[in-house]
């Protein structure tokens, strides 16, 4: 959030606890027993009055390169009586971190959202990088339980391509478009 995390007024704050971490164990839901042996984990955190009425956010981290992981928020943000859209963009590669925020001046210079599907052209500086969802199941949080949902991503600099891959799982929320 950058220094909009500072703000003690703000409607809802956003934190990122870990954007990939190494999972050991199991999980019991419902008498159905979960293993995770050489798995992978994301944590978050949201807290504060309300949620944005309009955000688009997804994360993956199962690429073919175990080092990628990806977070995409952009939301419709109520500040000081007026909104502003509010972007955070994380693409964490082989130890480096991209980052790409409102507070940075990162752009969005493509954005088509619909359909369970969201495609995102974010630009900062040199850098640019472009994201496309899709989910093939839909439920009334946007967020599919049993259905594939994908995520493909290209980091370029200089208008040379970097970085190019597919995420297999996915975690996908559509609330809304941010085009009125």
Same mark, same amino acid.
């Given at each position: ?15 990122? $606890? ?15 027993? #979960? ?7 994301? !944590?978050?955190?949201?807290?504060? =009055? ?5 955000? $688009? ?8 390169? #175990? ?9 419709? #943000? ?20 991209? =980052?790409? !925020?409102?507070?940075?001046? !990162?752009? /969005? ?5 619909? %359909? ?5 052209? $974010? @630009?900062?500086? =040199? ?5 496309? $969802? !899709? ?10 339980? %049993?259905?594939?949902? /994908?995520?493909? #991503? ?5 208008? @040379?391509?970097?970085?190019? %891959? ?15």
């Amino acid at each position: 959030m950058g220094f909009f995390g500072y703000l003690g007024f703000m409607e809802c704050y956003h934190g990122v $606890v870990s954007m990939t971490h190494f999972l050991e164990g199991q999980l019991t839901l419902n008498e159905t027993t #979960i293993e995770f042996h050489h798995s992978k984990g994301y !944590a978050e955190k949201d807290w504060g =009055r309300s949620f944005p009425k309009a955000y $688009v956010w997804f994360q993956s981290n199962h690429f073919s390169d #175990i080092t990628t992981s990806v977070l995409f928020s952009y939301a419709d #943000i109520p500040f000081m009586g007026r909104h502003f859209q509010g972007l955070i963009v994380n693409l964490l590669y082989q130890g480096k971190e991209y =980052r790409f !925020a409102t507070y940075n001046g !990162a752009k /969005i210079t493509l954005e088509q959202v619909g %359909d369970g599907r969201a495609e995102y052209r $974010v @630009k900062r500086g =040199r850098y640019e990088l472009e994201l496309l $969802v !899709a989910s093939t199941v839909q439920t009334e949080l946007a967020a599919p339980r %049993d259905g594939l949902m /994908i995520e493909r #991503i290209r980091l370029f600099h200089r208008g @040379k391509l970097v970085y190019e %891959d597919l995420g297999t799982q996915a975690g996908i929320e559509i609330m809304k478009s941010h085009k009125a």
